[in-house]
């Protein structure tokens, strides 16, 4: 996947304001040429971390863990039918609630079949701007990620969700 890697510097421009983080993002997105409810898994989350990299969010400081990317994998039936849901997420802490958290994400379904249904559940989490490269090191040898790649998706979502 390719994004900046470890020698990111640091983010230029004002902080995002946490309840324009989705915004935000679609429109760094869009000024990359992507799609993030069409364009493919790897390109989307390529964006998602670059997004990460490059824009900070007001008040949020990374190394306090107020900023952090969480990917989770795994097969659920929600009352729909199983699917194997792959979600980016950018989880940034609330200004209304101290200890809340605010989430932006990147929901892959595909159907739960074949290597994906084998593969268990799991997430991994990120909490440095400067580490994005080894994140990405990281999305590049995930087994769901590899399994995923090439399959068409059920669906494709990105929503925010504010905290309590």
Same mark, same amino acid.
């Given at each position: 996947?390719?994004?900046?890697?470890?020698d990111v510097p640091p983010a230029g421009g004002s902080p995002v304001n946490p309840r324009?983080?989705?915004?935000a993002f679609r429109e760094f997105a869009g000024a990359a040429g992507v799609d993030p409810v069409r364009d493919p898994l790897s390109r989307v989350f390529?964006?998602?971390?670059?997004?990460?990299?490059?824009?900070?969010?007001?008040?949020?400081?990374?190394?306090?863990?107020e900023d952090?990317?969480?990917l989770d994998w795994g097969s659920y039936d929600w009352g729909e039918g199983?699917?194997?849901?792959?979600?980016?997420?950018?989880?940034?802490?609330?200004?209304?609630?101290?200890? @809340?958290?605010?989430? #932006?994400? &990147?929901?892959y379904? *595909?159907?739960s079949t074949g290597d994906l249904a084998a593969i268990p559940v799991g997430n991994d989490w990120w909490g440095s701007p400067g580490l994005v490269g080894e994140f990405a090191q990281a999305l590049e040898s995930n087994p769901a990620l590899a399994a995923a790649? @090439?399959?068409?998706? #059920?669906? &494709?979502?990105?929503? *925010?969700?504010?905290g309590p």
């Open positions: 996947m390719e994004v900046a890697g470890n324009d983080l989705e915004s390529a964006t998602m971390l670059r997004f990460y990299a490059e824009v900070r969010v007001q008040g949020c400081e990374p190394g306090n863990d952090m990317l969480l199983r699917a194997y849901e792959i979600d980016l997420s950018r989880q940034v802490s609330s200004p209304e609630d101290p200890g @809340g958290f605010w989430e #932006l994400h &990147i929901l379904r *595909f159907p790649a @090439g399959s068409d998706p #059920l669906s &494709i979502e990105t929503y *925010f969700e504010p």
